[in-house]
């Protein structure tokens, strides 16, 4: 299935994700560790990837200024996210086939994305 | 391995992100510090916080909120909330006619506290009888002073304590800042401390850290009371109760002869010398000791609260037996909960 964020599509390359509890270690002098349960975060979903034209990266550039969430789909389920951050970098290509929509002069850029998910 | 899942309630607040409550017996009010991401709480609204662990929690503050920081950019808020005794600092006794103050005449001590209370709408929940009689020759007038500040007066003539539980219940006792045995003759001191947790006292495993201490910053072993209209008395002591023996002992210099620390209290609402009297033995027997207190911090203990008396279950260092918690503070955040002590007997 493809993937996009927000409705703009991204081909992507990597992706990965990382949740955690929040959990304290409590130390007494005379005997083992303590752990204190404090709550969970949640994941942070990093993609890298590729994205051709201007107009799908300005999408994504929007996304980082808006605030509101928007719904990652790929192959996994839908998830509700928040873009908190985009890097992206001009890819050296002269002719793009990745998105036959488009125009094959179209830029190609590789796009590195942090998401926060909204359980 | 030792695990809880911490829990932590407020209404009106959630996202709750730590919790801090300080308690301490020479504090006007208990203060809760909360870090929370929502609330639909005000400035003046009542809240509660039950907290602990899941399964075993309880209300550990009642008060009123009465400051609201909200914090960008982390969109955090800072709440602050003091208990019910803070009704009585925030209200001032002021008479429209400066002729015609607030007044009573031959009252018991605790009488006057509890009708003082009153104009802050406060009730006194629990109290002792004094037996210490104010105005008995000329009329007590109170004005231009906070209901808080003439309460600690007053109990500070017989060096009782007024303060407000965690469930906004408010005392007024003979609770002083150490261990007390029953047997200084003083009203309201009629049996020995017993520690709320002498069945179940806390282990060893439990004590993250500790520090012992003993000192004479606060001994004053003659102490000198003015009263009304050239009234006066005093009370001093060559020798000065040590917790660590429960024996008088010479603590001050003797040579070339007795070196007394004093403190004064001028109080113009005592008009006989026998009352006189009384408020510097009972003083005397406040301050003439030396100071053994502990700092210690353990894991979060919810139904440990100041002015407890606490049993710590240690033969190896100086905090293990029975303790006056002279003020406590329990710390909910990402660190864990914590409850910290400082001890003194």
Same mark, same amino acid.
């Given at each position: 299935m493809a993937w996009t964020l927000g409705g703009t599509?991204?081909?992507?390359?990597?992706?990965?994700?990382?949740?955690?509890?929040?959990?304290?270690?409590?130390?007494?002098?005379?005997?083992?560790?303590?752990h204190h349960i404090f709550g969970w975060d949640d994941p942070i979903i990093k993609?890298?990837?590729?994205?051709?034209?201007?107009?799908?990266?300005?999408?994504?550039?929007?996304?980082?200024?808006?605030?509101?969430?928007?719904?990652?789909?790929?192959?996994?389920?839908?998830r509700t996210v928040l873009v908190s951050s985009l890097s992206f970098k001009r890819n050296r290509a002269y002719w793009q086939t990745l998105d036959i929509t488009q125009d094959c002069t179209a830029p190609v850029f590789d796009v590195d994305i942090e998401l926060y998910e909204e359980i | 391995m030792n695990k809880k899942n911490l829990y932590c309630s407020i209404p009106g607040i959630t996202k709750i992100e730590s919790v801090v409550i300080t308690?301490?017996?020479?504090?006007?009010?208990?203060? !809760?510090?909360?870090?929370?991401?929502? @609330?639909? +709480?005000? $400035?003046?609204?009542?809240?509660? %916080?039950?907290?602990?662990?899941?399964?075993?929690?309880?209300? +550990?503050?009642?008060?009123y909120v009465k400051n609201i920081d909200r *914090? &960008?950019? *982390?969109?955090?808020?800072?709440?602050?909330?003091?208990?019910? @005794?803070?009704?009585?600092?925030?209200?001032?006794i002021?008479?429209?006619?400066?002729?015609?103050?607030? *007044?009573?005449?031959?009252?018991y001590l605790e009488q006057l506290v509890t009708d003082l209370l009153d104009l802050a709408g406060l009730t006194l929940t629990d109290f002792? !009888?004094?037996?210490?009689?104010?105005?008995?020759? &000329?009329?007590?007038? +109170?004005?231009?002073?906070?209901?808080?500040?003439?309460?600690?007066?007053?109990?500070?003539?017989?060096?009782? &304590? %007024?303060?407000?539980?965690?469930?906004? #219940?408010?005392?007024?006792? #003979?609770?002083?800042?150490?261990?007390?045995?029953?047997?200084?003759?003083?009203?309201g001191d009629d049996t020995p401390d017993v520690a709320v947790n002498v069945a179940n006292p806390i282990p060893l495993e439990q004590i993250m850290d500790y520090v012992y201490r003993v000192d004479e910053k606060d001994l004053r072993n003659k102490v000198v009371v003015y009263g009304r209209n050239g009234i006066y008395a005093e009370a001093s002591s060559a020798t000065s109760y040590d917790p660590r023996t429960d024996?008088?002992?010479? %603590? +001050?210099? &003797?040579?070339?002869?007795?070196?007394? *620390?004093?403190? @004064? !209290?001028?109080?113009?609402?005592?008009?006989?010398?026998?009352?006189?009297?009384?408020?510097?033995?009972?003083? @005397?027997y406040l301050y003439n000791k030396l100071t053994e207190?502990?700092? %210690?911090? $353990?894991e979060g203990n919810h139904s440990l609260h100041a002015r407890y008396v606490i049993k710590i279950a240690d033969s190896i260092t100086n905090v293990g037996g029975t303790w006056y918690a002279y003020s406590c503070e329990h710390n909910l955040s990402r660190g864990g909960y914590t409850t910290t002590f400082d001890l003194r007997r």
């Open positions: 599509r991204v081909y992507v390359i990597d992706e990965d994700e990382t949740s955690k509890q929040e959990i304290a270690r409590l130390q007494p002098l005379t005997s083992g560790t303590i993609i890298n990837g590729k994205v051709v034209g201007l107009t799908n990266l300005n999408a994504l550039r929007e996304m980082r200024t808006t605030g509101v969430t928007t719904t990652l789909s790929g192959d996994i389920e839908n | 308690e301490n017996h020479s504090s006007p009010s208990t203060i !809760a510090m909360i870090n929370a991401e929502t @609330l639909s +709480v005000d $400035i003046g609204d009542q809240i509660t %916080i039950d907290m602990g662990y899941v399964g075993d929690h309880s209300q +550990v503050f009642q008060g *914090k &960008t950019p *982390k969109s955090m808020y800072e709440i602050t909330a003091y208990d019910e @005794l803070i009704r009585a600092s925030d209200y001032f002021v008479s429209s006619n400066p002729n015609t103050p607030f *007044k009573r005449r031959g009252f002792d !009888a004094t037996f210490f009689i104010l105005g008995v020759n &000329t009329d007590v007038e +109170v004005n231009m002073i906070s209901v808080y500040d003439i309460c600690k007066q007053l109990a500070d003539i017989v060096t009782w &304590t %007024i303060w407000a539980d965690h469930n906004g #219940n408010i005392y007024f006792r #003979n609770r002083k800042p150490f261990l007390m045995t029953g047997a200084s003759g003083q009203p024996t008088q002992e010479q %603590i +001050v210099p &003797t040579t070339p002869e007795i070196f007394y *620390k004093i403190i @004064l !209290a001028a109080i113009p609402y005592i008009d006989t010398v026998a009352e006189c009297q009384d408020c510097a033995d009972y003083n @005397l207190s502990a700092n %210690i911090t $353990i």
